[in-house]
């Protein structure tokens, strides 16, 4: 079986940052959507997904959560340097408040911006969720993760 799964991930040429964050491709009609869960203790919103609250230490009783579409740029920084993880410079990154769908509540991500530009990713500018190549890896696959669009304001 892991022979299986092996073979898979050398025919693809992509991989995931890490596996269990989002679905890709993404479903046709369907927008980019993170995988998050829910304290029904305390209610706190966790991502990644969390199989102990952290707050309270509930222990499996977190509900899945999806996320998608727009959030809020809290705030955000160009990167000079490499990351650790071999995202080429100049990138940017920060924190993202996205509320969930039907809710009060929202969630503050750390992210990955697709325009290293600091008009473009300005604390309180719209963004939105897309699924994007971040690096390559060592077979030239490209590293697809969640990162965050500017989204023009007319
Ligand atoms: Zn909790």
Redo the contacts with the bound molecule.
């Keep these: 079986m892991h022979k299986k799964i092996e073979d898979a991930e050398q025919q693809a040429d992509w991989v995931p940052v890490q596996p269990g964050l989002f679905t890709y491709p993404v479903p046709a009609g369907k927008k980019p959507a993170l995988y998050a869960n829910q ?1 029904q ?4 919103i966790y991502f990644p997904k969390r199989d102990i ?1 952290p ?4 222990n499996g009783d977190l509900v899945d959560k999806e996320i998608s579409g727009c959030g809020t740029v809290y705030t955000s920084s160009i990167v000079q340097i490499p990351s650790p993880s071999g995202i080429r410079p100049p990138y940017a990154c920060g924190y993202v408040d996205m509320a969930l769908e039907n809710e009060d509540e929202s969630i503050r991500l750390y992210a990955l911006f697709t325009d290293p530009d600091p008009v473009k990713i300005a604390c309180g500018q719209t963004v939105e969720l897309v699924i994007d190549e971040v690096r390559r890896d060592d077979h030239a696959r490209a590293v697809m993760a969640h990162v965050f669009r500017p989204v023009d304001k007319d």
């Excluded at 203790?41 to 706190?44: D, H, L, M, Q, R």
């Excluded at 707050?55 to 509930?58: H, N, P, S, Y």
């Design positions: 304290c203790t305390c209610s706190g609250c707050v309270c230490f509930t």
